[in-house]
Structures are given as structure tokens and as C-alpha cells.
């Protein structure tokens, strides 16, 4: 099946650095790519849509200046969260979804923990 | 606006029972809707969908439109069923995906 790798699959950093998440398809084209956030015991919360070649789509109430959101290849997709706070401590997950699969499914990644110190 | 709804945060039943995991949704259009799993330090991954009319794992889920629900259910649970389960549902094509809250089932032996 399709697999979706992100890396690094923890990081702790400084408050006020910079922090970036890549997210890869490693079989399959992925044109369109999704970016959750899921805080302990909750359900995923839906970031941003990132389509190829175009800018994200944040949901509302996501800073796009904070959470700057890169989809440059159809297989890498890059999440920055830049001047990193504590409250940005959570575990971030993205999901990808290739092209012309007539299939709406999304494929997840395994997670990345951060922790804002 | 679409809404997804699990009543349920954690459902606990014995080993061998059946389970039914509650699900309901509100969209105005024709939704696609879902079930995944997440067990434990796994990724989330899809259980079923209800376009395909399956069984994974002894697990089915019927799409109800008139009550808007798509219960997920398995007459005889077994101990590595313990998971969370989201319920999530897709509108228009391509469209985002609104998840639930998340069942925790625990299955006791």
C-alpha cells in the first residue's frame, strides 16, 4: 500500500527557533497534502491543504505566517513552525492523497512530536 | 458546514462481545464517509469506507442518510480490537476531511 513518511518523528526545540517537518509519499504521487495537528486525547484538527505547485489553504485560525507550509514536488511537503512557543507543542501529521486514483482516501503519516521548550 | 459526531469517548466490552461504535453526521450533500483506527504508537490508517461495502477485521459500518449515521459494528470483539476509532466524512470531491472526536475501545479479556 501507500506509505507517507515524515521525518523527524520528534524534535525538541528552543522557544523562539524555527522548526521544520518534512512529509514524503514514498510510492506514489501525492498532488494534494494535508496537515493536522492533534493535541493528547483529541481528534486530528485539519491545519492547511497543500495542492502542488500552489499555496496552502489554512483552515481558519491557523496563522499562515506561523505555519508556513511548502508543496514544491508531488512527493515532499514541508511544514516550518517558525518562533516556535510552548503552546505549539503538540504532535503534527500529514496525510497525502496521489492523483487519479478515483479514490478519496488519504494516506497518513506516523507523526512528529514537538516539543517547544 | 459539515460535523462529524461520536458520543461515545471511551466504550469498554468484554472479549466476544459485539461492539458498536456510534457515529453521526451532519452535511447537506451526498457525503463519503469513513472509518479509521489509530492502535497503539501505530499511524492512523483506514479501517473501511462506505462506498466500498466491506468487511475489514469482522468490522461493517451501514450508512444510514435518514438517521445520518454510520455506526461501525462487530458482533464478537476481540482484545487486539482496542484502538481509537475516528469516524470521518468527506463532501465534495477532494474536499477536506472532519474527523470525530475518537472512540477509545478497550476490549477486556
Known amino acids: 500500500g501507500a506509505v507517507v513518511s515524515q521525518h523527524p518523528s520528534w524534535v525538541i526545540c528552543k522557544s523562539g527557533t524555527s522548526v521544520k517537518i518534512e512529509c514524503r509519499s514514498l510510492?506514489?504521487?501525492?498532488?494534494?497534502m494535508f496537515w493536522y495537528r492533534q493535541f493528547p486525547k483529541q481528534s486530528l484538527m485539519l491545519m492547511a491543504t497543500?495542492?502542488?505547485?500552489?499555496?496552502?489553504?489554512?483552515e481558519q485560525g491557523v496563522e499562515k505566517d506561523k505555519f508556513l507550509i511548502n508543496h514544491a514536488s508531488l512527493t515532499l511537503s514541508t511544514l516550518t513552525v517558525t518562533s516556535a512557543h510552548p503552546e505549539d507543542s503538540s504532535f503534527y501529521i500529514c496525510?497525502?492523497?496521489?492523483?487519479?486514483?478515483?479514490?478519496?482516501?488519504?494516506?497518513f503519516g506516523p507523526g512528529t512530536r514537538l516539543t517547544v521548550t | 458546514a459539515q460535523r462529524v459526531t461520536q458520543p461515545e469517548k471511551l466504550l469498554s466490552v468484554f472479549k466476544g462481545a459485539p461492539v458498536e461504535l456510534k457515529c453521526n453526521y451532519s452535511y447537506s450533500g451526498s457525503p463519503e464517509l469513513f472509518w479509521y483506527v489509530q492502535y497503539s504508537r501505530q499511524r492512523l490508517q483506514l479501517l473501511l469506507r462506505h462506498i466500498s461495502r466491506e468487511s475489514i477485521k469482522g468490522f461493517t459500518a451501514d450508512l444510514n442518510k435518514g438517521e445520518t449515521s454510520f455506526h461501525l459494528k462487530k458482533p464478537f470483539a476481540q482484545e487486539e480490537d482496542s484502538a481509537m476509532y475516528y469516524c470521518?466524512?468527506?463532501?465534495?470531491?477532494?474536499?477536506?476531511?472532519?474527523f470525530g472526536e475518537g472512540t477509545q475501545l478497550t476490549v477486556n479479556p
Open positions: 497543500s495542492n502542488e505547485g500552489s499555496k496552502a489553504t489554512y
Open positions: 470521518a466524512l468527506e463532501g465534495a470531491s477532494g474536499s477536506r476531511l472532519t
Open positions: 510510492d506514489f504521487q501525492a498532488t494534494t
Open positions: 496525510s497525502a492523497r496521489g492523483a487519479g486514483t478515483g479514490t478519496r482516501e488519504q494516506y
